[in-house]
């Protein structure tokens, strides 16, 4: 399965950057724009809650592809001020909802790590009706 990474800034406006790059790598699958949302939220996680949003942080991503399923990890810098998990805000809460966003658009996410650096790995399956059926010999 080809896999692509890309390190990038701990800069808020590189989120937009790591967007553009997993839109392009993925280049029409299927899962394109649930895997440019997921980018976003666990980039955002990064950049707010470790050590990757500092002046010399970063954050890396990894897209493994394959025609029945995407793979999408971030891993930070470490140093987080909290350890990702689902929360469950209040509706009026302005924060808390990204790794619940992603739980619910993936098929499985995981997190592995600790404080000197997590990763946290999203998976996408391509629903049966879209795979397309070999045929029969």
């Not at 990702?84 to 209040?90: F, G, L």
């Not at 619940?100 to 997190?111: C, D, Q, S």
């Not at 790995?121 to 070999?134: C, G, Y």
């Amino acid at each position: 399965m080809p896999t692509h990474r890309r390190t990038f800034p701990g800069e808020p406006q590189q989120l937009r950057a790591a967007r553009s790059w997993t839109r392009a790598t993925l280049n029409g699958h299927p899962h394109s724009e649930d895997a440019e949302l997921i980018v976003t939220e666990l980039g955002t996680n990064a950049l707010m809650h470790t050590a990757s949003g500092d002046p010399a942080g970063a954050f890396h991503v990894t897209l493994t592809v394959s025609e029945l399923i995407v793979t999408i990890a971030v891993t930070d810098s470490g140093d987080a001020k909290t350890s990702p998990a689902v929360q469950h805000p209040s509706p009026n809460a302005t924060h808390g909802r990204g790794l619940g966003m992603v739980a619910a658009l993936a098929h499985r996410v995981l997190v592995h790590g600790d404080d000197s650096g997590r990763t946290v790995t999203a998976e996408l399956r391509v629903p049966a009706e879209l795979q397309e059926s070999s045929p029969c010999s």
